[in-house]
């Protein structure tokens, strides 16, 4: 079904690229030579690594800078080396734990943007790299659930009982199969009637913070590890699900697509995060966007990334996901795409988004 459909979709219009690795090829670059494509060796001194020694930071230093510097005019080749490099820059990488849980909900109301993809596979990349990590799906489509390989059938334990029948998250918690140190709470169908009964419910704007404020502050006190993520992903709306996923974060995370129509709508999400934060929750930012399923041989991509770039200096990561076939197809193998072909384009892309949040969390005092 969706697997023929993804990999024509994902074909270059003139045919160029035989193997899905190399469709993915030459996408990923937003403006070339950039500092953030290949600049992986450099664009991050003295950012602090837990785990790595300086005799290993060398070690991979010196690996990194053998790869050997292509011309830009052969996107493939320039692929493949960025490839190399942020393999090397990134393997068995740990990354710098926050000083605080990050609670970051993911969120925009266009849909197929890239906020399902964009949580687990920051979340999975942040696992894999030694953090603990903990999703929250929020939306009734259950789709992070089916990319975590979680049980989400109707019945199981999910975020419906959580919100509307004040369980607490602990019941509803499940270990991602595939991943060390990421867990997940499921969405299950029954979640479709959860925005018109949470209406007469009280507090129904800060349930969800309850719960999990809750939950890790028992963990705290059960001398458990601290979770150093949470993301809950959104559905493709502002109603109740997403008001209770704002009231939660701490931060927002903007998954943007490089499409016709990115910004649209977006001055509304803003909107719609200064009302929260004048109401319920002070401390919410918009910390950190994404540019997703960017497509660099377009001027429509360039201008779009340009364009949120000028609007969002700091928020903006540097790292762009790239369209591919890998990401798209994970899910249906219930994956992640760091699980699913780790060493691929859209694997590493995630990864190195996921690296540069982190180091977000040491170097910008907003985020402490
Ligand atoms: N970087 C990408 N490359 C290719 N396909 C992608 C990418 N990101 C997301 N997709 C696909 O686009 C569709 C929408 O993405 P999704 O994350 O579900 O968006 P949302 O959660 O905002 O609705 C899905 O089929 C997903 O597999
Ligand atoms: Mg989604």
New binding site residues.
């Given amino acids: 079904m969706?697997m023929s459909a993804?990999r024509q979709d994902?074909s270059s219009e003139d045919g160029t690229w035989s193997t899905p690795d190399a469709r993915d090829a030459g996408v990923s670059r937003e403006t070339s030579p950039s500092p953030e494509i290949g600049g992986g060796s450099t664009s991050h001194p003295g950012a602090p690594h837990a785990g790595a020694s300086h005799a290993g930071d060398l070690h991979r230093e010196a690996l990194i800078s053998s790869v050997p510097e292509v011309d830009e005019d052969t996107p493939l080749a320039a692929q493949l080396a960025l490839d190399a490099r942020r393999r090397l820059e990134l393997d068995g990488r740990r990354f710098p734990r926050p000083e605080r849980t990050r609670i970051i909900t993911v969120a925009?109301q266009?849909?197929?943007?890239?906020?399902?993809?964009?949580t687990v596979n920051l979340a999975a990349g942040l696992a894999r790299a030694g953090l603990k990590v903990l999703v929250i799906d929020n939306?009734p489509q259950g789709?992070a659930s089916t990319a975590l390989g979680i049980e989400h059938r109707a019945g199981t334990p999910s975020i419906y009982e959580v919100l509307v029948e004040d369980e607490p998250i602990e019941t509803a918690v499940q270990a991602c199969p595939d991943v060390e140190g990421l867990w997940g709470v499921p969405a299950t169908i029954d979640l479709s009637g959860a925005e018109i009964e949470l209406v007469s419910l009280v507090s129904r704007e800060t349930r969800l913070r309850k719960a999990l404020d809750r939950y890790l502050d028992e963990r705290t006190a059960r001398g458990e590890e601290p979770i150093d993520y949470v993301f809950v992903?959104c559905p493709?709306s502002l109603g109740l699900l997403t008001v209770n996923a704002f009231v939660t974060g701490r931060e927002v995370l903007i998954?943007i697509q490089c499409e016709y129509y990115a910004l649209e709508g977006l001055s509304q999400l803003l909107k719609t995060i200064e009302l929260i934060k004048a109401h319920l929750n002070p401390e919410l930012v918009v910390s950190t966007i994404l540019l997703?399923?960017y497509d660099g041989r377009t001027n429509l991509a360039q201008q779009v990334a340009a364009e949120v770039r000028q609007h969002f200096p700091d928020q903006t990561l540097r790292t762009t996901?790239?369209?591919?076939?890998r990401?798209?197809e994970a899910?249906s193998y219930g994956q992640t795409v760091m699980t699913y072909d780790p060493g691929s384009t859209?694997a590493l892309a995630y990864l190195e988004a996921a690296r540069e949040m982190s180091e977000h969390s040491v170097q910008r005092a907003d985020l402490r």
Avoid: L, Y
């Fill in positions: 969706s993804d994902a925009n266009k849909g197929g943007v890239g906020k399902t993809t964009t939306d789709n992903d493709p998954p997703t399923m996901v790239p369209r591919s076939v990401i798209s899910p859209g």
